[in-house]
């Protein structure tokens, strides 16, 4: 801390940094979150050098992650010097008590407990404080890349013993994040559609496959029923989400979803969108028009939309483009290769040429397939024979040309704009806008991706080596996302409801605001403080004023007011 002197009869103050982390502080103990994780993993230990429950150890870590400095946990002892804990969090807070030791033990701890419940438990204890019901969750997963070795406990993924606490494969996979060369942690994670707060994580295997990880979701499901007015929860995802198998044990098990179904991998989706794509459709908005219809698909009866994009077609214009002349490219290159090889006979060749338009990709076509006989060169005299052509040789190669298929570019170009979303829920009389509006809340888990892989946030970048500790820090990562959400989704809440209005970056009023912008109106807040505990805050402007108004009493103390 910078020590300095004040009006005060020469007592001693001290410059500490509050910042936007009062408002994350006020939301963690509003909540509940730090008492509800020591009812759950109690303090065990009596040792005296010990000074926090592993609660206020979260808290802290969650403070850390949120303070969007590039500072990893461990340098905690830095990150924590310049900042007021005890306006914050409300506990005595020393620097040098919060070490990697002490964060070991709770990460040790968490891990023992299982990861998936606690988890689980904090997210509804922040949903119910927020009178939040579930109405629809979000399903995804994504990797994360690590700056360590490899790390193999199963030969494969059936091996891993799911219902207990168990270590996980650190090893390579399709990475999300563009690092192919290092090793990867998957994380599957679902996500209540109105607020963005995860309601369920687990850290997986790096090589694991999407569709049969969310088989094991989907049997927990039913355990957000208890938290809907009616029972009645759907669930969205990807077009990873749909494979037969999913389709009839979501089906079996009572379970609404909403989709999209996987076209570049079912037969059965191409095949309804080629037969379908001239049909008359509704518009639904600028850009999409659709149609629903009632089909039977992996012998469970659902309701399907396809939906025209406008958009995806003006998108696939280009790509579509790209792909074909890279091919051509590609295929002229094999060409070039077939030039310089001789063929001893015309069976031969004739049969590489029609190995050659079985491979030939969609996108081009072959225009000419030519055998040309050429003679052998003999070096020396010609021998005197009295039939010449009886003694000569002939080689034979190949003469192809490719070019792009502009029919089947014009019919790619056409279907990559449709898409089919689907439901089992065949008894509510949708609306297409109100389908594709259900799916597109899919977003919502997206964006709490790109939160955590954020390099502000930084905690793509692990630093641990633990098996156990990676997985509880994933687990505090997606902990800090479920405060940043609820936290954004009350200020968003009250703002609706009041009326209130907030400049925006350009000082424009306006109706809804993001918590980062937020944040960033409360990063030059300061406050004194003097060795005898009394407090010296700064003075807030009329923006800070109205936010903290809107947030609430609790947030209001943290700032001195």
């Not at 944040?519 to 805050?537: S, T």
Request: glycine share 4%; charged share 30%; net charge neutral.
């Amino acid at each position: 801390m910078n020590e300095m002197i004040t009006s005060r009869t020469g007592e001693k103050f001290y410059n500490c940094c509050i910042h936007h982390l009062g408002m994350v502080g006020a939301f963690i103990r509003e909540t509940g979150i730090m008492e509800k994780i020591d009812e759950m993993i109690p303090k065990l230990s009596n040792n005296t050098s010990f000074h926090f429950s592993h609660g206020q150890v979260v808290a802290l870590m969650i403070i850390n992650g949120l303070g969007y400095t590039s500072k990893p946990l461990y340098m905690c002892h830095e990150y924590f010097r310049k900042k007021d804990v005890e306006t914050i969090l409300g506990f005595k807070f020393k620097p040098e008590w919060f070490n990697d030791d002490v964060i070991g033990r709770t990460l040790d701890a968490m891990f023992e407990y299982g990861l998936t419940p606690l988890f689980s438990e904090l997210a509804f204890k922040v949903l119910n404080f927020l009178g939040r019901k579930v109405s629809s969750v979000n399903i995804d997963s994504t990797s994360f890349h690590y700056h360590g070795h490899e790390q193999m406990y199963y030969e494969n993924n059936e091996q891993v013993p799911y219902n207990v606490p168990h270590k996980i494969n650190i090893t390579r996979g399709y990475s999300r994040d563009a690092h192919p060369e290092l090793v990867q942690i998957m994380e599957q994670m679902m996500v209540e559609n109105e607020t963005g707060i995860p309601l369920f994580m687990e850290p997986e295997n790096g090589n694991s496959n999407d569709s049969k990880a969310f088989q094991r979701m989907i049997k927990i499901f039913d355990s957000f029923k208890e938290y809907t007015d009616d029972g009645y929860v759907y669930l969205c995802g990807d077009s990873a989400l749909y494979t037969c198998d999913n389709v009839k044990m979501m089906h079996e098990s009572g379970i609404k979803y909403v989709t999209r179904a996987a076209d570049g991998k079912l037969k059965a989706v191409q095949k309804f969108i080629t037969e379908h794509r001239d049909d008359e459709m509704i518009a639904i908005d600028e850009v999409n028009a659709g149609k629903i219809y009632v089909v039977e698909d992996c012998d469970v009866r659902q309701k399907w939309l396809l939906v025209h994009s406008s958009a995806a077609e003006s998108r696939n214009e280009h790509s579509v483009e790209r792909s074909a002349e890279n091919e051509l490219k590609k295929q002229n290159k094999k060409i070039a290769e077939y030039q310089k090889t001789y063929y001893s006979c015309t069976p031969d060749a004739e049969k590489e040429i029609e190995k050659f338009k079985k491979k030939c990709c969609s996108y081009c076509k072959v225009v000419k397939a030519e055998i040309i006989k050429e003679e052998i060169p003999k070096r020396g005299r010609k021998p005197k024979v009295a039939n010449p052509d009886a003694q000569k040789q002939y080689q034979y190669k190949l003469d192809i040309q490719v070019a792009i298929d502009e029919d089947y570019c014009k019919m790619v170009k056409r279907n990559k704009s449709y898409f089919v979303i689907a439901t089992n829920d065949t008894e509510r009389d949708w609306e297409p806008a109100e389908l594709l509006k259900q799916y597109k809340s899919q977003s919502r888990v997206e964006r709490g991706f790109r939160f955590l892989k954020d390099p502000e946030f930084f905690a793509d970048s692990i630093f641990l080596s633990k098996n156990e500790r990676i997985q509880s820090l994933f687990t505090v990562m997606t902990l800090s996302l479920a405060v940043f959400s609820g936290l954004e989704w009350k200020l968003q809440n009250k703002m609706k409801e009041t009326g209130t209005k907030l400049k925006n970056q350009v000082g424009k009023p306006v109706d809804k605001v993001t918590l980062r912008y937020v944040f960033q109106k409360f990063e030059e807040f300061l406050v004194l403080v003097c060795e005898d505990g009394y407090r010296i805050f700064d003075i807030l402007n009329e923006q800070q004023n109205k936010i903290l108004e809107l947030l609430g009493r609790n947030y209001q103390k943290v700032y001195g007011l």
